[in-house]
């Protein structure tokens, strides 16, 4: 796996999403709960970290660290907004006049529609730039069939790594991850798989997980994915 050490921020959605979830959490008000994220992120209030963000014109730079032909492992645990990053690679895709499909084992249609309106964005936004599948059978076969006609360039996110054995009649999960590997080369694709990452992490040793800290219900060979990056606190690490 190459290796390139970068740190970029969290998009300012997820950190919405977080503030979110800490005013139902704390029952505390929504205003309180931004500047208490703002205040974890070195800003005393969220207006700084808003406008500070705006000025820097810091979107979300992260799609333009992968390349056509990626395989990128996004990993995060839960709660940490691997959904909502991956969508918002989608968006960005979109947003340069290049597609992105959504497969999902995890949410259904009106989920991933709420997911798109935290983003600022609703299916007419997107258009018939974005598919969305949540079929029962998808598995690496049925993406690799399902995306034979996607443009070069385009975005794929799979949601999620861990889910795509869970039939009984699909290959082993590190077959699957070699043909998606294969898939994403031939067709010249970036294909992202959201992965769990192991309840053992502990984010006080270290910042971010690692390649290692990955859930692997069964045995993959994570050197075949190009690209990692993973969720922590304070932004999203890519190697």
Same mark, same amino acid.
Request: aromatic fraction near 6%.
């Given at each position: 796996m190459e290796r390139s050490d970068m740190k970029t921020a969290i998009p300012i959605p997820v950190?919405?999403?977080r503030a979110k979830a800490l005013a139902r959490k704390e029952n505390i008000s929504l205003s309180s709960a931004l500047d !208490?994220?703002?205040q974890a992120h070195g800003f005393a209030q969220w207006g700084l970290l808003s406008a500070h963000r705006a000025h820097s014109g !810091?979107?979300?730079?992260l799609l333009s660290q992968f390349t056509p032909g990626d395989l990128v492992l996004l990993g995060a645990r839960p709660g940490k907004g691997k959904t909502l990053l991956g969508l918002t690679l989608i968006i960005d895709a979109i947003r340069q006049d290049r597609v992105g499909a959504f497969f999902t084992l995890?949410?259904?249609p009106i989920d991933v529609i709420s997911r798109l309106e935290q983003l600022g964005m609703s299916p007419q936004d997107v258009g018939d730039a974005f598919a969305l599948d949540t079929s029962d059978d998808i598995n690496a076969a049925y993406i690799v069939a399902a995306v034979s006609d996607l443009p070069k360039g385009s975005v794929v996110v799979v949601d999620y790594l861990q889910l795509l054995d869970q039939k009984r009649d699909s290959p082993d999960l590190?077959?699957?991850v070699v043909a998606l590997r294969d898939c994403a080369k031939a067709r010249a694709l970036i294909i992202v798989l959201i992965s769990q990452i192991d309840r053992n992490y502990d984010p006080v040793a270290r910042p971010y997980p690692e390649i290692s800290d990955v859930r692997l219900p069964?045995?993959?060979d994570l050197g075949l994915f190009t690209k990692a990056c993973f969720i922590g606190d304070h932004g999203v690490s890519v190697a």
């Amino acid at each position: 796996m190459e290796r390139s050490d970068m740190k970029t921020a969290i998009p300012i959605p997820v950190l919405k999403s977080r503030a979110k979830a800490l005013a139902r959490k704390e029952n505390i008000s929504l205003s309180s709960a931004l500047d !208490r994220i703002a205040q974890a992120h070195g800003f005393a209030q969220w207006g700084l970290l808003s406008a500070h963000r705006a000025h820097s014109g !810091r979107h979300d730079p992260l799609l333009s660290q992968f390349t056509p032909g990626d395989l990128v492992l996004l990993g995060a645990r839960p709660g940490k907004g691997k959904t909502l990053l991956g969508l918002t690679l989608i968006i960005d895709a979109i947003r340069q006049d290049r597609v992105g499909a959504f497969f999902t084992l995890d949410y259904t249609p009106i989920d991933v529609i709420s997911r798109l309106e935290q983003l600022g964005m609703s299916p007419q936004d997107v258009g018939d730039a974005f598919a969305l599948d949540t079929s029962d059978d998808i598995n690496a076969a049925y993406i690799v069939a399902a995306v034979s006609d996607l443009p070069k360039g385009s975005v794929v996110v799979v949601d999620y790594l861990q889910l795509l054995d869970q039939k009984r009649d699909s290959p082993d999960l590190s077959a699957q991850v070699v043909a998606l590997r294969d898939c994403a080369k031939a067709r010249a694709l970036i294909i992202v798989l959201i992965s769990q990452i192991d309840r053992n992490y502990d984010p006080v040793a270290r910042p971010y997980p690692e390649i290692s800290d990955v859930r692997l219900p069964n045995p993959v060979d994570l050197g075949l994915f190009t690209k990692a990056c993973f969720i922590g606190d304070h932004g999203v690490s890519v190697a």
